[in-house]
Structure formats: C-alpha cells, structure tokens
C-alpha cells in the first residue's frame, strides 16, 4: 500500500489519500459483492439518501487498529459508509464510495473517493477532511493522518476479504 506524502494536500483543507492493495480475485466473480443487492457485509442497509437515489447507505462500524503488532486492540466509529453504482471499467470496475461518522460527533473526518478493482489489485483513492478547520489540518500533519490511513487500510482490507474468490462463491 502507498500513501503520497502529506504535501499532497489540497488548498481547501482536504487531504488525499490513496492505498492500494494486491488483490487476487477475479473482478468480474466479485462485483457481485458490490453490485446493487450486495455489500451487506459492510453493516446494516439504511434507506437510500432521498438527494441520491443511486446511493446504497451502510450503517457501519469503521475501525482504526491501534498498533500493527496488536490487532485485537481497535477503536470503533459508527459511520454511514456510501456506495454508488458499479461501473465498468477496462480489466475491472469501480464504485464511488464515502464515509462519515453515524452521529455529529467532530472528532471524526469525512472521506470521498473512488474504490477500483481490477485483476491483481484493489484501490483506494480519494480525499478526506481532518475535523477541526486549520487546526485539524496541523494536527493531520503531525499525528491524525495515522488515524485516516489505519481507518482506510482497514476498509480496504475489508473489501479484499469481502470481495475474496472464496467470498464471492458463496
């Protein structure tokens, strides 16, 4: 996985992120685990967003591993995680996808990007907002964009398992 350097950063205090990740599984097997009807393995349906009836909506819980040596010890975040349509693209597919947290907690940054999958490979790519202004932006400097990128290659991993051939035959 490869992350751009935090001067990778956008003017209006967003960051961008971008993971990728080695994939094994056959696109065209595994887009039946996010096409419309899937992805229930990412938490609860909820009712699509009135605004944007080609969104399916998740109550999710989104993790952060604390340390890489000790996995079993996460923090927890109720999030609405987003997707929209699957669409086709050469050697695979891919879908809009964003998160934010479930409540109003400000703690918690707001991510949109774009998942890919292609054969060998599963990206995540996009930009998220550190909460708290110019603040959150210095803080991101220093230490919270360990949090983002944890958040993030866990949510990738996740899809990795989800979308596993051993997954998508079930």
């Not at 550190?130 to 230490?143: F, K, N, Q, S, T």
Request: cysteine-free; aromatic content about 6%; glycine content about 10%.
């Amino acid at each position: 996985m490869s992350v751009p350097p935090p001067e990778s950063r956008t003017d209006d205090h967003a960051v961008h992120l971008r993971l990728v990740q080695p994939w094994e599984g056959d696109p065209a097997r595994a887009r039946a685990s996010l096409d419309d009807g899937g992805a229930e393995w990412l938490g609860t349906p909820l009712d699509r967003p009135v605004d944007r009836p080609d969104v399916r909506r998740f109550e999710s819980d989104l993790v952060l591993p604390m340390r890489e040596q000790a996995r079993h010890m996460v923090l927890r975040k109720a999030a609405l995680v987003d997707l929209g349509p699957v669409e086709s693209i050469p050697g695979g597919f891919r879908v809009d996808v964003s998160w934010r947290s479930a409540n109003l907690a400000p703690l918690f940054p707001v991510f949109v990007g774009t998942l890919t999958v292609l054969a060998g490979e599963l990206t995540l790519e996009g930009y998220y907002a550190p909460p708290g202004g110019e603040i959150g932006v210095i803080l991101d400097r220093a230490l919270l964009n360990i949090a983002a990128r944890g958040t993030a290659r866990w949510f990738l991993g996740k899809v990795a398992e989800a979308l596993a051939p051993e997954a998508a035959g079930r």
